[in-house]
């Protein structure tokens, strides 16, 4: 086997590790589940934080993983991912729509947006590709949020909640309620959250393993997209992200 730098192997071990947590992790986690002293991870970690390779969530003292491996591996994913597998889908929900769509993954206390199309009318929802959006103020990222383990929110989620509107769920025990009727439902909405002019809908995106790793959704004027709006287009919405959840290997338990 030939020579490998021990520095940088501790390093890879680190990322390969947090990339298996669904949640945001510490110094004394990673050196409980590794054979590395708290002064070893400390080091490492803040030279992957240099590098850009992780972050450190607002308000606590957890890393994060950044989108930096998602870009060296773009040239993967743009063969494999949820990119392509996401492609058709996402245009037939624009053609159907006629409204902005949105893809979108956790990024600490944010969702990314990995892609995006546009919407043909004049007046449309502003947004841009790889823009963050606050998680609990938007659609895609209330998808993810309702489906993240109880244990792992509080590490998730901004303490506070920041109030962007009047209708952002700045109350966590309304997220709460709110992220309970995303699980029942199959979709979120937002109606306001963030920018009050805009209403948006989504569905999650499940992969091989069971987990929701991306929220796909559509977005528009709020003048539009009212409720009433919103609710009739839930079915395409949820129907392309089943679609897509099939593509990338997911299969649905059977029931008993």
Same mark, same amino acid.
């Given at each position: 086997?030939?020579?490998? @730098?021990?520095?940088?192997?501790?390093? $890879?071990?680190?990322? /390969?590790?947090?990339?298996?947590?669904?949640?945001?992790?510490?110094?004394?986690?990673?050196?409980?589940?590794?054979?590395?002293?708290?002064?070893?991870?400390?080091?490492?970690?803040?030279?992957?934080?240099?590098?850009?390779?992780?972050?450190?969530?607002?308000?606590?003292?957890?890393?994060? $993983?950044? %989108?930096?491996?998602?870009?060296?591996?773009?040239?993967?994913?743009?063969?494999?991912?949820?990119?392509?597998?996401?492609?058709?889908?996402?245009?037939?929900?624009?053609?159907?729509?006629?409204?902005?769509?949105?893809? =979108?993954?956790?990024?600490?206390? @944010?969702?990314?947006?990995?892609?995006?199309?546009?919407?043909?009318?004049?007046?449309?929802?502003?947004?841009?590709?790889?823009?963050?959006?606050?998680?609990?103020?938007?659609?895609?990222?209330?998808?993810?949020?309702?489906?993240?383990?109880?244990?792992?929110?509080?590490?998730?989620? %901004?303490? %506070? $909640?920041?109030?962007?509107?009047?209708?952002?769920?700045? =109350?966590?025990?309304?997220?709460?309620?709110?992220?309970?009727?995303?699980?029942?439902?199959?979709?979120?909405?937002?109606?306001?959250?963030?920018? =009050? @002019?805009?209403?948006?809908?989504?569905?999650?995106?499940?992969?091989?393993?069971? /987990?929701?790793?991306?929220?796909?959704?559509?977005?528009? %004027?709020? /003048?539009?997209?009212?409720?009433?709006?919103?609710? @009739?287009?839930?079915?395409?919405?949820?129907?392309?992200?089943?679609?897509?959840?099939?593509?990338?290997?997911?299969?649905?338990?059977?029931?008993?």
């Amino acid at each position: 086997m030939p020579n490998i @730098d021990k520095t940088l192997t501790k390093g $890879l071990a680190i990322l /390969e590790r947090m990339s298996k947590l669904d949640h945001p992790v510490g110094v004394s986690e990673l050196a409980r589940s590794s054979n590395l002293t708290k002064s070893n991870i400390h080091r490492l970690l803040q030279s992957l934080r240099t590098l850009g390779y992780i972050t450190q969530c607002r308000n606590s003292t957890a890393y994060e $993983l950044t %989108p930096k491996l998602w870009e060296i591996g773009s040239a993967y994913l743009s063969r494999t991912d949820i990119h392509s597998a996401a492609f058709d889908d996402m245009h037939s929900l624009g053609r159907a729509t006629k409204e902005t769509i949105h893809l =979108s993954i956790l990024d600490c206390q @944010d969702v990314i947006y990995i892609g995006k199309i546009d919407s043909r009318l004049p007046i449309q929802a502003y947004s841009r590709l790889g823009a963050r959006a606050p998680i609990h103020a938007v659609a895609t990222g209330k998808v993810i949020l309702a489906h993240r383990h109880f244990d792992t929110l509080e590490e998730i989620l %901004p303490d %506070p $909640l920041v109030p962007y509107t009047k209708t952002t769920l700045s =109350s966590k025990e309304l997220l709460m309620e709110d992220l309970e009727l995303v699980r029942k439902n199959g979709y979120a909405t937002n109606m306001g959250e963030w920018r =009050s @002019d805009v209403n948006g809908i989504a569905a999650p995106i499940w992969n091989a393993s069971s /987990e929701v790793c991306v929220g796909i959704g559509i977005t528009g %004027p709020a /003048e539009r997209l009212d409720r009433e709006a919103l609710l @009739d287009f839930a079915p395409i919405v949820v129907q392309a992200a089943k679609n897509i959840s099939q593509k990338i290997g997911y299969i649905r338990p059977r029931r008993p």
